[in-house]
């Protein structure tokens, strides 16, 4: 069964920084696609970020220059580096694997960003 542990939500300021990880099995991160998504209470799931196994990246135009997705092979892990946040980023963020029509999603972890 494939597994994705998600860890690194939680409450901060605006302007503040939060990073996320995700931490799969090593047969999932070196051929999948990792990518973060997040949903806002009364919104769909929208892509926040995502990178290839080659490294290739995609960001969703609210965050670019924000945040940073990034693949830590040694470890089978992604991150989501998050600075400069905002209150409109509060949503949970949830971590996918996608190759071929294959799709896995973490559990999702809480993002709240408010003084």
């Known amino acids: 069964q494939v597994q994705l542990v998600e860890s690194g939500g939680g409450l901060v300021q605006p302007g503040g920084s939060l990073r996320l990880s995700c931490a799969t099995s090593?047969?999932?991160?070196?051929?999948?696609?990792m990518a973060w998504y997040r949903q806002a209470p009364g919104k769909e799931r929208e892509l926040v970020a995502s990178v290839t196994n080659g490294g290739s990246t995609v960001y969703e135009d609210s965050v670019k220059g924000r945040f940073t997705i990034a693949r830590e092979n040694a470890k089978n892990t992604v991150y989501l580096q998050m600075n400069s946040l905002k209150p409109e980023d509060t949503a949970v963020y949830y971590c996918n694997a996608a190759w071929s029509r294959s799709a896995y999603w973490g559990q999702g972890t809480q993002v709240t960003v408010s003084s």
């Open positions: 090593r047969s999932i991160f070196i051929l999948y696609t």
